[in-house]
């Protein structure tokens, strides 16, 4: 009795946690990637296909030379900010950038 | 933590991975896959060199293998039972060493990577029914270079995509658990139902 209910567990959860599993695989081709706390600017401008100038431009930073590798909260704390303030910013470059039409090869039409 | 974890990787690159994979090794619960996936993912921005990342993981998850090994081997129970604190639960070494006995090399090497829970307690158990060091090793180092290779890869091939690809290989991980168990169970009740006819 025991061992049939600790089988029909463990089928459940295999279930469940492969259905999660589909479910994600769905998120890697169509959703967006979170900005978390641990990210740096140049992270989060690669996952969402952003020139990192732009978003160091966006929250005010004069990045370091050569690599910017100082995660959000350095940031933060380095500027004096709450971090969920800096990530607001930082969305909001994204979503612009992400609006904005895309420019043709050679730069912009003058 | 495990912000200020995956920050120092993100800042610190190589060396700041083979101090936490080592650590993790011995037993601390750390999120590995998702440090190394992110690894992946500097490495396709240019901000780490792939064979110092592979390298640096390998050989830390293999020192932290090895501290697990000894105390298990020569600790005694009271290091165990230290040791097994930091699992976060107490050890129930007899079920352990019997599992290692049963898996033997393949054991080692499977828990380094795909049932990666489960590998700080192989350690110990492997140490405690005392399994030959040089074959624990070979099998470990294997088991290890393959895991961080396979984990960079993946990371560098969906670099803008690490939050989601970790919540996959979790589930992942999770899923096929679960189906070793249920094969495992489903075998024991099989036999059960047969002995009472």
Known sequence: ?110 | MNDQLLAAVSQYGAPALFAIVAVAAVGVPLPITLLLIVAGSLISQGAMNLWWAIGAAGAGSILGDQVGYAVGRWGGTAAIDKLSHLFGKHADLPAMEAKAAAWGGPGIFITRWLLSPLGPWINLASGTARYPWRRFLAWDALGEFTGAALFIFLGRLFSDRVMALTAVLGDLTWAIAGLLVSLVLGYRLLTYLRRQR
């Open chain 1, 1 to 110: 009795m025991a061992l049939g209910l600790a089988l029909v567990v463990a089928i459940g959860a295999t279930v469940i946690f492969a259905s999660r599993a589909k479910q994600n695989v769905h998120r890697i081709h169509s959703g967006n990637e979170p900005i978390l706390a641990w990210m740096s600017v140049p992270f989060i401008a690669h996952t969402h296909h952003v020139a990192a100038a732009t978003l160091f431009q966006a929250i005010g930073v004069q990045p370091r030379e050569p690599h910017d590798r100082r995660s959000l909260r350095h940031l933060a704390r380095d500027l004096n900010r709450p971090v969920p303030e800096l990530i607001a910013q930082l969305q909001r470059a994204i979503d612009s950038a992400a609006a904005a039409p895309a420019q043709p090869p050679g730069g912009p039409p003058r």
